[in-house]
């Protein structure tokens, strides 16, 4: 297809309300699934409707790249929340644990409490080093 056909046909499809076919936002432009750089053509059968935002992102992946890149993404986002889960919940059961540690007067409980608040804070250290700025506890 033609430029200028591409053009039209694109146009139509954003006035009928077409979506991207990747994220199901309003289309704006057509990305090349098997992209041009990569050999693909101006065909229709190698166009996808899609946004500027997931035409960008997608760069020169083709869909089925850019797909597996989507589901791996999607499963980066998943471990990071569930680690967070993980770590407010360790930190819940250590600060219990603290408590009675607190109380205890031996030499042995001193030393695994120094451990495990060493641990703690490595995690979450690690943890906010991976994430988007959230602090759990400070007590510095
Ligand atoms: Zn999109």
């Not at 935002?53 to 929340?81: H, P, Q, V």
């Not at 059961?93 to 409490?113: G, L, Q």
Request: proline fraction near 1%; aromatic fraction near 8%.
């Amino acid at each position: 297809m033609k430029v200028k056909e591409l053009r039209k046909y694109r146009d139509r499809l954003i006035n009928e309300g077409a979506v991207c076919e990747y994220c199901g936002a309003p289309m704006q432009c057509f990305d090349h699934m098997e992209p041009t750089s990569r050999g693909g053509s101006q065909e229709v059968e190698n166009l996808a409707r899609c946004c500027i935002s997931c035409n960008a992102e997608k760069g020169n992946k083709t869909t089925n790249e850019y797909i597996r890149y989507l589901k791996m993404k999607a499963n980066i986002a998943d471990s990071l929340l569930r680690d967070r889960g993980k770590i407010i919940e360790e930190a819940v059961k250590y600060a219990v644990w603290n408590m009675s540690v607190a109380m205890a007067t031996t030499a042995a409980d001193f030393v695994s409490k120094g451990f495990v608040k060493d641990w703690m804070e490595n995690s979450i250290s690690v943890y906010e080093e991976q994430s988007v700025g959230v602090k759990i506890g400070d007590d510095k």
